[in-house]
């Protein structure tokens, strides 16, 4: 799960990571109110989506006046801001985050993750503050400082001192920024954080550091034992469909082709999605509906998979193991009561009585329900039927 | 032959009176798995499903000398439920359990380390010796004895790859399912040897997908180590970047984990890549074949 930036900087805040002043607001009212409240001269405007790239999409606007607040906050507020992580359609921005403008000296990279190489987390430093840490990587790997800290034994001097001398930093500043990166090693720990960016991390004028922005994501399976970082999840920020399909215990993404795929075990989705473009088709989603494939999750499967107006055929793909092939056929069957299914649908069983499971499609005899021999034989057909070539 | 687990390994279930451990470890039992006993904490004294339980670990290891565990308990204890599998001298932990916190698996994963315990999983279907000893929750009947190893991210995609396997007259010596989870215990780099060094494993089956790095470390392995002939199939060839298809490692970030670069890996290494996942039985005849 993903948190916005003034969440993020909450959490920094309890932690003891340094962070500017600054407040969220949902209006252009409350924009001005924070700002009159943080007081100064420079307010930094910063729209509040889960996805970098904002300065350069326009959400992030430095204010010298109350009146230039009010302005940006307008603009910024009910945007659709596009950003290189946001996709093509963008996001739209429901809230603000009001800051105080910071004196920004030297901006570095300051981040946290998982290396599962080494099978314990890894703190990255680098001199190419604000810019995309992928670039960094790929262009100029040699600017990026890295160790990782065994848990067992915590952050450590040590640590901090690698990183600290690979960014060149003057003795003086070392102990400092020692602070800071033990202070973030312990939100990033107590919260199972999954990763924590600060970028960009600056040295301010008076040689203080500062995180300017912060992204933070968590593992989703450890979210039980944080009930304050679950609060802080925003459902406007998620996929209404996807969301729903998660509520019924399914796994859905949308894509952009037109043959909708539903299948069960996430390894067997992907290579659905795979085998139809191998036979000159678009996947249009990934859905894994998981161990049941009962006649419930199968309909709701169909629904939501029908949401999509692109769709022109759905692909069933499912391998029974435990659960039966005959089971699901009858589930399949069931479904379509349920739900009204408009477009051929290519049913693939296989598996466990994979025979019994054919006779009962066959003996159904539903026009637009097609059964495929095998995989290759199913997804040729679920690609030729979205084509209307069946 | 096989790898890991046949016939006469002993195995005690960790979760075993809860619903999942009682449906799955009857299943087992019902393959043939010599299934000894179980621990429910709380619990011990009792009997279920004609075996014993335990209150700890190392009582059962104690009273029926079993060397594996299978591991049903919920996410939330699953690294503890590791810890004193490892600290009881379980020599294989089998965890099924999905949902467990990354961080909780990395500190039972370092200290089974520390005690010599081998780990499969989490979040995966487990191991199976074919016609010998099933340990988890793959349809047993699917895996018919032969001369391919078998070792697979994904849990039906497993299945789906032993039924080609089997459709083409060929069958499986031992399948590994080792989960798609962020960390997980034994991967491609510790089980191809052991399929190498099996006398009746012909040809390796690895299935990969997206996200980290698993196959570009077992691609440069079998470069060096590996004699016999691999046939590999990687999933998320279409995966949108950014996108978490279900397991929670399968997320290709930045440039990094996609299918082109695993497979272009792997066929450098003399591995017979499929791009369809319908290819893999056909593939494997031709590398047998050979
Ligand atoms: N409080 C602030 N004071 C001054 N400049 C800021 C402040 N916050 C952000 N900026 C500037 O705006 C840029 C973009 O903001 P940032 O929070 O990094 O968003 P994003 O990474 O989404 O573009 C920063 O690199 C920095 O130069
Ligand atoms: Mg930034």
């Known amino acids: 799960m993903n948190i916005h930036e003034y969440q993020a900087k909450e959490i920094f805040r309890k932690y003891n990571v340094p962070v500017p002043q600054g407040r969220v607001a949902f209006t252009v009212d409350e924009a001005v109110e924070a700002a009159k409240e943080l007081g100064g001269k420079l307010w930094v405007v910063k729209a509040q989506i889960h996805a970098g790239g904002r300065g350069l999409g326009g959400g992030v606007k430095l204010a010298k006046s109350i009146d230039e607040v009010r302005e940006w906050a307008d603009k910024i507020l009910g945007m659709t801001l596009v950003t290189h992580q946001t996709g093509p359609e963008g996001k739209v921005v429901h809230k603000v985050y009001i800051e105080e403008g910071a004196d920004i000296a030297k901006e570095y990279y300051l981040g946290m993750l998982l290396d599962r190489a080494a099978e314990m987390p890894v703190m990255m430093a680098s001199t190419e503050g604000g810019m995309e840490i992928e670039k960094v990587a790929a262009e100029t790997p040699e600017k990026i400082v890295k160790v990782n800290i065994d848990p067992t034994v915590g952050f450590q001097g040590f640590h901090g001192r690698k990183l600290a001398f690979g960014l060149g930093l003057p003795k003086e500043e070392v102990g400092t920024f020692i602070k800071f990166a033990s202070a973030l090693y312990k939100a990033y720990m107590d919260n199972d954080a999954e990763m924590v960016e600060i970028n960009p991390l600056i040295k301010t004028g008076d040689g203080k550091f500062l995180a300017l922005d912060a992204k933070m994501g968590f593992d989703d399976n450890a979210l039980y034992r944080h009930p304050d970082i679950s609060e802080m999840r925003d459902l406007e920020e998620e996929e209404p469909t996807e969301l729903e399909a998660k509520e019924h215990g399914l796994s859905y993404i949308k894509l952009d082709g037109n043959v909708g795929c539903m299948v069960n075990g996430a390894g067997l989705a992907m290579a659905t999605m795979d085998i139809i473009k191998h036979e000159g088709g678009e996947p249009a989603n990934f859905l894994d509906v998981g161990g049941g494939a009962n006649p419930e999750t199968v309909a709701k499967g169909f629904e939501i998979i029908l949401k999509d107006p692109n769709v022109k055929a759905i692909f069933v793909n499912i391998f029974g193991g435990i659960v039966r092939c005959d089971r699901v056929a009858n589930g399949i069957l069931e479904a379509t009561k349920i739900t009204d299914v408009t477009v051929p649908v290519i049913v693939r069983l296989d598996g466990t009585n994979a025979e019994e499971a054919a006779e009962i499609l066959r003996n159904a005899n539903i026009e637009n329900i097609i059964a495929a021999e095998n995989l290759s034989d199913g997804a040729r057909k679920a690609v030729a039927a979205a084509k209307g070539e069946l | ?290």
């Open chain 2, 1 to 290: 032959m096989s790898i890991l687990v046949n016939k006469d390994t002993k195995v005690i279930v960790q979760g075993f009176t809860g619903k999942e451990g009682t449906f799955h470890a009857s299943q087992c039992i019902d393959y043939g798995t010599k299934i000894v006993g179980g621990v429910t904490p709380g619990k011990g004294g009792q009997e279920h499903l004609g075996r014993p339980v335990f209150n700890t670990v190392a009582e059962a290891v104690e009273t029926t000398g079993a060397t594996v565990s299978m591991i049903f308990v919920p996410p939330a204890f699953v690294a503890d439920a590791v810890m004193e599998a490892a600290e009881a001298g379980i020599e294989l932990a089998v965890i099924i359990t999905e949902g467990a916190p990354v961080r909780d698996m990395m500190y039972a994963k370092m200290y089974a380390t520390k005690k010599g315990m081998n780990t499969i999983g989490p979040n995966c279907p487990g191991i199976i010796t074919a016609e010998e000893c099933k340990i988890g929750i793959m349809p047993g009947m699917i895996f018919k004895k032969g001369n391919v190893g078998l070792i697979s991210k994904s849990g039906t995609l497993t299945y789906e790859a032993s039924h080609q396997v089997v459709q083409e007259g060929y069958g499986i010596t031992t399948a590994v399912g080792i989960g798609g989870d962020p960390i997980i215990g034994l991967s491609y780099k510790q089980l191809l040897p052991m399929f190498e060094a099996d006398p009746e494993t012909e040809a390796i089956v690895m299935i990969g997908e997206i996200g980290g790095d698993l196959e570009i470390q077992a691609a440069a392995y079998i470069k060096e180590n590996i004699s016999k002939p691999v046939v590999a199939f990687i999933a998320g060839q279409t995966a949108p970047k950014g996108k978490r298809m279900g397991h929670a490692g399968a997320i290709i970030s930045g440039g990094s984990g996609t299918a082109a670069e695993k497979m272009a890996a792997l066929e450098a290494a003399g591995v017979k890549v499929v791009v369809s996942p319908a290819e893999i039985g056909k593939a494997v005849k031709e590398v047998l074949s050979k």
